[in-house]
Protein backbone atom coordinates (compact mmCIF):
# COMPACT_ATOMS: atom_id res chain seq x y z
CA UNK A 1 0.00 0.00 0.00
CA UNK A 2 1.48 3.74 -1.20
CA UNK A 3 1.86 5.78 1.76
CA UNK A 4 -0.32 8.96 1.79
CA UNK A 5 0.91 12.38 1.22
CA UNK A 6 1.36 14.91 4.47
CA UNK A 7 -1.71 17.08 3.49
CA UNK A 8 -1.83 19.94 5.69
CA UNK A 9 -5.28 20.70 7.13
CA UNK A 10 -6.03 24.45 6.03
CA UNK A 11 -5.01 26.64 9.35
CA UNK A 12 -7.87 27.69 11.49
CA UNK A 13 -8.61 31.70 10.93
CA UNK A 14 -9.79 33.55 13.79
CA UNK A 15 -12.76 36.02 13.90
CA UNK A 16 -12.86 38.89 16.27
CA UNK A 17 -16.68 38.74 16.67
CA UNK A 18 -17.90 41.07 20.12
CA UNK A 19 -16.42 42.65 23.13
CA UNK A 20 -17.05 40.28 26.22
CA UNK A 21 -18.69 43.25 27.66
CA UNK A 22 -21.84 43.22 24.57
CA UNK A 23 -23.04 39.68 26.28
CA UNK A 24 -23.75 39.53 30.02
CA UNK A 25 -23.70 36.44 32.01
CA UNK A 26 -26.89 34.18 30.81
CA UNK A 27 -26.87 35.92 27.52
CA UNK A 28 -26.39 35.49 24.35
CA UNK A 29 -24.86 37.25 20.64
CA UNK A 30 -25.34 35.80 17.45
CA UNK A 31 -22.45 36.65 14.57
CA UNK A 32 -22.06 35.89 11.01
CA UNK A 33 -19.16 34.60 10.30
CA UNK A 34 -17.93 33.00 6.80
CA UNK A 35 -21.43 33.51 6.09
CA UNK A 36 -22.16 30.76 9.18
CA UNK A 37 -24.48 32.13 11.47
CA UNK A 38 -22.84 31.38 15.03
CA UNK A 39 -24.52 32.36 18.70
CA UNK A 40 -22.13 33.63 21.27
CA UNK A 41 -23.50 32.61 24.88
CA UNK A 42 -22.12 33.42 27.84
CA UNK A 43 -22.43 30.77 30.61
CA UNK A 44 -21.09 31.99 34.28
CA UNK A 45 -18.69 33.90 32.61
CA UNK A 46 -16.95 31.49 30.21
CA UNK A 47 -17.86 32.02 26.58
CA UNK A 48 -19.23 29.13 24.28
CA UNK A 49 -20.14 29.30 20.31
CA UNK A 50 -22.81 26.67 18.57
CA UNK A 51 -24.08 27.03 15.07
CA UNK A 52 -27.42 28.54 14.95
CA UNK A 53 -28.92 25.80 13.14
CA UNK A 54 -30.76 22.86 14.92
CA UNK A 55 -29.48 19.68 13.23
CA UNK A 56 -32.73 18.05 13.64
CA UNK A 57 -34.70 20.23 11.15
CA UNK A 58 -32.72 23.24 10.77
CA UNK A 59 -34.41 25.57 12.81
CA UNK A 60 -32.52 28.63 14.14
CA UNK A 61 -31.37 26.95 17.55
CA UNK A 62 -29.71 29.81 19.41
CA UNK A 63 -33.14 32.02 19.18
CA UNK A 64 -34.51 29.28 21.15
CA UNK A 65 -34.93 29.47 24.88
CA UNK A 66 -31.96 29.30 27.39
CA UNK A 67 -32.96 26.37 29.97
CA UNK A 68 -31.99 24.31 32.50
CA UNK A 69 -31.65 20.59 32.31
CA UNK A 70 -34.95 18.52 33.37
CA UNK A 71 -33.44 15.45 35.37
CA UNK A 72 -35.99 12.90 36.68
CA UNK A 73 -34.44 10.20 39.35
CA UNK A 74 -37.49 8.59 39.81
CA UNK A 75 -40.97 9.24 38.73
CA UNK A 76 -42.85 12.14 40.35
CA UNK A 77 -39.22 13.23 41.64
CA UNK A 78 -38.41 16.25 39.16
CA UNK A 79 -35.49 18.71 39.11
CA UNK A 80 -33.38 21.29 37.26
CA UNK A 81 -29.83 21.34 37.46
CA UNK A 82 -27.20 23.27 35.15
CA UNK A 83 -29.12 26.28 35.22
CA UNK A 84 -28.80 28.39 32.08
CA UNK A 85 -26.60 26.10 30.45
CA UNK A 86 -28.82 24.38 27.97
CA UNK A 87 -30.84 25.90 24.54
CA UNK A 88 -34.46 24.88 23.49
CA UNK A 89 -34.93 24.68 19.71
CA UNK A 90 -37.92 26.95 19.13
CA UNK A 91 -39.23 24.74 16.64
CA UNK A 92 -39.42 21.00 18.66
CA UNK A 93 -38.27 21.97 21.71
CA UNK A 94 -35.06 19.89 21.65
CA UNK A 95 -32.74 20.58 23.84
CA UNK A 96 -28.81 21.14 23.50
CA UNK A 97 -25.80 21.77 25.74
CA UNK A 98 -24.80 24.95 25.26
CA UNK A 99 -20.90 24.02 26.18
CA UNK A 100 -20.65 20.87 23.85
CA UNK A 101 -23.70 21.18 21.53
CA UNK A 102 -24.63 17.87 22.81
CA UNK A 103 -28.37 17.15 22.08
CA UNK A 104 -30.33 15.90 25.14
CA UNK A 105 -32.92 14.28 23.45
CA UNK A 106 -30.56 12.09 21.17
CA UNK A 107 -27.22 12.13 22.60
CA UNK A 108 -26.06 9.20 20.73
CA UNK A 109 -26.12 10.76 16.96
CA UNK A 110 -27.15 14.30 17.45
CA UNK A 111 -25.07 17.31 17.79
CA UNK A 112 -24.87 20.45 17.23
CA UNK A 113 -21.52 22.49 15.83
CA UNK A 114 -19.71 23.61 18.70
CA UNK A 115 -17.18 26.40 17.98
CA UNK A 116 -14.13 27.03 20.02
CA UNK A 117 -14.45 30.74 21.66
CA UNK A 118 -11.71 32.56 23.77
CA UNK A 119 -11.50 36.14 25.17
CA UNK A 120 -8.60 37.81 24.72
CA UNK A 121 -7.53 41.39 25.89
CA UNK A 122 -7.72 44.13 23.00
CA UNK A 123 -3.62 45.27 23.45
CA UNK A 124 -2.87 41.49 22.13
CA UNK A 125 -5.60 41.93 19.10
CA UNK A 126 -3.92 44.91 18.36
CA UNK A 127 -0.60 44.32 18.87
CA UNK A 128 -0.98 40.71 16.42
CA UNK A 129 -0.97 38.03 15.42
CA UNK A 130 -3.97 39.60 13.34
CA UNK A 131 -2.88 40.86 10.01
CA UNK A 132 -4.71 43.59 7.72
CA UNK A 133 -4.93 43.08 4.52
CA UNK A 134 -4.14 45.76 2.28
CA UNK A 135 -5.13 46.55 -0.94
CA UNK A 136 -3.15 48.57 -3.74
CA UNK A 137 -5.44 51.45 -4.86
CA UNK A 138 -4.67 54.03 -7.68
CA UNK A 139 -6.58 57.26 -8.98
CA UNK A 140 -7.31 57.44 -12.50
CA UNK A 141 -9.00 60.33 -12.48
CA UNK A 142 -10.10 63.69 -10.54
CA UNK A 143 -13.72 63.97 -8.84
CA UNK A 144 -15.54 66.87 -8.26
CA UNK A 145 -17.04 66.33 -4.52
CA UNK A 146 -19.38 68.62 -2.91
CA UNK A 147 -19.93 68.28 0.56
CA UNK A 148 -23.32 69.67 2.05
Known amino acids: MAAQPDVAAPSAQRHVVARAAE ?17 IFNVGGRFHGLINRCPHQGARLCEGEIVSRLVAPEPGDYRLTRPGEMIRCPWH ?49 DYIVVTM
Open 93 to 141: CWEFDIRTGQSLCDPNSVQARAYDVAVQPGKSLVEGPFVAESVDVSVED
Open 23 to 39: IPAGGRKIVTVRGREIG
